[in-house]
């Protein structure tokens, strides 16, 4: 049987009495009912994974006891996903992906063919909205870190994120030199473990940002035959940047 996960935001030692509150004691009692005596697994973003044991129900909160703690395995390799924010509430299933699939930083950014718009006073709401997201997926997927959503940025903004050293690509749909598969398997990325990616919105990069990509030292790779989704898109890629670097299919589960 699966332990259940919860999320506690404060520091941890083998010994701690603490307190779940709110959300989270809420889904102990109300969707898992659990007792005084059951055991279950607390994590905080630090990488570790704690033993705990409940102790107490009482009104309004639920007592736990820290028994041990475990560094959970770390990903082996470091991936950033930059995403053109798109239409509705597909940034929320995007977010919940990305957590899944190990990336480090979600950077959301406003491309020319961005759909959404917004007051700049709602940005601050929006991220610590899709932040809520990502530590849910983390419980969920069993992930000990928590994926950093960076602040809302232009386009010209975002390409600052590129990485010395590392494989910064940017996905058009319209590039027909060079594909993912290719890319990865590139003799000369072989060892490479820092990856920043770059999704564009429903209608696609325009051809202006793409040769502003490449001047940044982006490189223009394509996803295939088919045109996927915004929402497939995302996954899609670190998917197949996962499987090809190892972590996609072993038996030892990531952090």
Not at 1 to 19: K, S, V
Not at 113 to 133: F, G, L, M, N
Not at 176 to 196: E, N, T
Not at 202 to 224: C, H, M, N, P
Request: with cysteine.
């Amino acid at each position: 049987m699966t332990i259940p996960r919860i999320y506690l935001p404060r520091p941890l030692e083998t010994g701690d009495a603490c307190t779940a509150a709110g959300d989270q004691a809420r889904y102990l009692r109300t969707v898992l009912r659990m007792r005084a005596g059951d055991p279950l697994v607390v994590f905080n973003g630090s990488g570790w994974e704690y033993d705990a044991v409940i102790r107490q129900r009482p009104e309004g909160g639920i007592s736990l006891e820290i028994t041990g703690k475990r560094p959970a395995p770390a990903d082996a390799i470091e991936i950033t996903l930059c995403q053109a924010i798109p239409k509705a509430e597909k940034m929320d299933a995007i977010i919940r992906h990305a957590t899944e699939l190990g990336a480090g930083m979600i950077i959301p950014f406003f491309a020319k063919r961005s759909v959404p718009r917004w007051p700049v006073e709602k940005s601050p709401q929006k991220r610590a909205r899709w932040q809520k997201i990502a530590v849910e997926a983390c419980r969920q997927c069993g992930r000990a870190d928590i994926p950093e959503i960076g602040g809302i940025v232009t386009f010209e903004e975002m390409l600052l994120s590129s990485r010395p050293g590392g494989l910064n690509l940017i996905f058009w749909e319209e590039e027909s030199a060079k594909g993912i598969r290719g890319v990865l398997q590139d003799p000369r990325q072989a060892g490479m473990k820092s990856f920043l990616l770059v999704v564009g919105p429903e209608g696609g990069f325009e051809k202006g940002e793409i040769d502003r990509a490449l001047q940044a030292g982006f490189l223009s790779v394509s996803l295939g035959k088919r045109v996927l989704r915004v929402d497939t898109a995302a996954a899609a890629v670190l998917a197949v940047i996962q499987y090809e670097r190892g972590a996609l299919g072993d038996t030892e589960r990531g952090g």
